[in-house]
């Protein structure tokens, strides 16, 4: 796994998190590492591989439990804490939020309230007149929803 891929990763987790409503400082922790570890000139495969751990705590925002997480990525391919992640809340909710008016907050209440974890469940209650029923987004936005997803 090359380092765009590790930070890709890492913003993908945050953005799970940022949809569960976890904790802000760890989403702008996992965020953080990711912009160092994309532009980091040395792939983070060989900083494990020739300083292990302590190598990788040297870039900035990669703590101890990142580096972990960084050589379970390069040796695994994943790591438990997206396992558990992913899990509760499936990765195609990610989804939705490229859907222009769908931001973290309607992606989380969408998935918590009506269990849609993906843009296919999404245009099947969006079909059914279900963001009528949804507090909070109103007719302009719920035609903009609607508009954006015949575009998809």
Known sequence: M??????????????????????????RS??????????????MKEI???????GLQE????????AGKIIDLIDRGTFDAWERLTAETPETVLDL???????????????????????DELRKFVAGGGLEMVDGIGPRIAERIKANLART
Do not use: C
């Open 2 to 27: 090359d380092n765009e891929q590790i930070a890709r990763r890492f913003n993908r987790m945050a953005s799970l998190m940022e949809v569960r409503g976890e904790d802000t400082f760890r989403v």
């Open 30 to 43: 996992y965020r953080m590492a990711a912009e160092a570890i994309e532009t980091w000139p040395t792939p």
């Open 48 to 54: 494990a591989r020739d300083d292990g751990a302590a």
């Open 59 to 66: 870039i900035p925002g990669v703590g101890k439990a990142l």
């Open 97 to 119: 939020l490229e859907l222009p008016g769908v931001g973290p907050k309607t992606a989380a209440m969408l998935h918590q309230k009506f269990k849609i974890s993906s843009l």
